[in-house]
Structure formats: structure tokens, C-alpha cells
């Protein structure tokens, strides 16, 4: 089945080591997202790529750093995490239609 | 702006009661809207959707209606089970080349047997 790949499901770091997760997409989408989820909250959109172009939320912490090397392929990575960047990570695609689909997420644990 | 307002949980039922949960949308133009489900540790799975006014999205027993005149999109399933505990978001999309998603809050349901 075309599916959103995240790993790993969970990712445990130590304070201010940096971090960097993984999806994977098979549904040959142009667009892929990362959005943020804390405890009990709406995912907060980061920052999204449409083909190659790479475009940033205005209120996304510098921490917070994409890479798209191809179409299936998107990571994030979080240079210094601090304890307030413990949550959930979620990625999504999409085609030139408005639907999106989500991957499982990655729990980040911030020690 | 865009925003969503979805009424605040938790909504606590009993198995086979009558399920109703507010949506309300400002949008400029015409956006699509969504229902997401979200189970405990889990990501989004589209629910269901609607693309146009009076439009009516279902799946696995919810439904919801796409109501242009009350800015409206209220989730309901005429029986619900232990199984749909989760948390449910409305979102709306419009669409400029690609899909932009404005969630609302969320609310979670607690099915007891």
C-alpha cells in the first residue's frame, strides 16, 4: 500500500544533542510537511517543501533545519534540542490536490 | 484569516449513543474540510471529507455536511463504539498550488462499554 514511512516511531536525545528525523513517503507526492504536536494540542505546521523549494514558517525556531535529497525522501533535523521541543513529529504529503496524508509520527524525548 | 472553533472535550459517552461534535470555519474562498482522527500515540488518519457546499462526507458510520450558510462542518455517528475513542480535529484546506490545513483544537471522545 502507498504509505508515509516515519522513523524511528520513537527517539529518545540529551539536551542540546542534535537530532534528525525520517520520512519516507511511496505515494509520489510533491509536497511534504513536518508539523510539531505537543500533548494535547493541533500539529503546528514547521515548514513544508513543494518539489525542491523549501518553505519556512515565519514563527519556526532556527533550531529547526529541513532536507529533501529527493521525492520520498524528507528529514528534520533539530540542531540543539531543548526540553520544550519534546513532542510529537509529524510528516504529511500531498499532490496538487488538497488533501493531506500523515505518516505514524516520531515521539521525541528530550533528556 | 483562516480558523477552525470545534467544541472543547472531552465528550464522554456510553457505547451506542448518538455522537455530535461542532465545527465552525472562517475562510476566504472556498476551502475543502476535513475530519481527522487521531488514536493515542498514533498520527492523523483522514475521517472524512467534503469539497463543496452541501457536500456530504462519510466513513465508518460518521457523516458531516458541508454547510456554506452556517459555516458549518459538525461531525455525527448515530451509534458510537469503545473504538472510536480518540481525538477528533476539524481542519478546512484551501488550496493555492498546494494543500495548506488549518486545524482546530481538537476533541477528544471517551466511549465507555
Known amino acids: 500500500d502507498a504509505m508515509v514511512i516515519q522513523n524511528p516511531r520513537y527517539q529518545v536525545t540529551q539536551f542540546g544533542k542534535p537530532v534528525t528525523l525520517s520520512c519516507s513517503q511511496t505515494?509520489?507526492?510533491?509536497?511534504m510537511y513536518w508539523y510539531q504536536q505537543k500533548s494535547s494540542q493541533a500539529p503546528k505546521l514547521l515548514f513544508h517543501?513543494?518539489?525542491?523549494?523549501?518553505?519556512n514558517e515565519a514563527d519556526t525556531p532556527d533550531n529547526f533545519q529541513s532536507r529533501r535529497p529527493n521525492t520520498s525522501f524528507c528529514f528534520l533535523d533539530i540542531r540543539s534540542p531543548g526540553l520544550g521541543d519534546a513532542a510529537m513529529y509529524l510528516c504529511?504529503?500531498?499532490?496538487?490536490?488538497?488533501?493531506?496524508?500523515f505518516g505514524p509520527g516520531t515521539r521525541l524525548t528530550v533528556l | 484569516g483562516n480558523s477552525v472553533t470545534q467544541m472543547e472535550g472531552p465528550v464522554t459517552l456510553s457505547e451506542e449513543a448518538f455522537l455530535t461534535i461542532n465545527c465552525t470555519y472562517t475562510a476566504t474562498g472556498y476551502p475543502s474540510l476535513f475530519w481527522y482522527v487521531q488514536y493515542p500515540g498514533e498520527g492523523l488518519q483522514l475521517l472524512l471529507k467534503a469539497t463543496k457546499a452541501d457536500d456530504k462526507g462519510s466513513n465508518k458510520g460518521f457523516e458531516a455536511t458541508y454547510r456554506k450558510e452556517t459555516t458549518s462542518f459538525h461531525l455525527e455517528k448515530g451509534s458510537v463504539q469503545v473504538s472510536d475513542s480518540a481525538v477528533y480535529f476539524c481542519?478546512?484546506?484551501?488550496?493555492?498550488?498546494?494543500?495548506?490545513?488549518?486545524f482546530g483544537k481538537g476533541t477528544m471522545l471517551l466511549v465507555s462499554p
Open positions: 504529511a504529503t500531498s499532490s496538487d490536490r488538497d488533501e493531506q496524508f
Open positions: 517543501y513543494y518539489d525542491k523549494d523549501f518553505n
Open positions: 505515494l509520489n507526492h510533491n509536497v
Open positions: 481542519a478546512l484546506s484551501t488550496y493555492s498550488g498546494y494543500s495548506t490545513l488549518t
